[in-house]
């Protein structure tokens, strides 16, 4: 698990061999986690998150989007552009 960034109680992070499925991020705190695709942002997945906190951490995500797609693709290759 890769840390990318951390907002206040979120922390947002890949696994280093998901480099075959299209950009996407897993958010979580606590006990609770979610996946958002990247392009375009879009939630695929969530684990006990309310509303509220899936369009914060969506906020979130649109603010830093260039730099998670930068970071994915430095990470993972250009194959899932």
Excluded: C
Excluded at 61 to 67: C, G, K, L, R
């Amino acid at each position: 698990m890769q840390t990318i960034l951390r907002s206040g109680p979120y922390r947002f992070y890949w696994f280093s061999n998901e480099g075959v499925e299209p950009p996407h991020i897993h958010v979580d705190r606590d006990n609770q986690s979610a996946k958002f695709w990247l392009n375009p942002v879009n939630l695929a997945r969530n684990i006990g998150f309310s509303g509220r906190e899936l369009q914060t951490m969506r906020s979130i995500i649109e603010f830093n989007h260039s730099y998670l797609l930068e970071v994915w693709h430095e990470h993972h290759g250009s194959k899932n552009r």
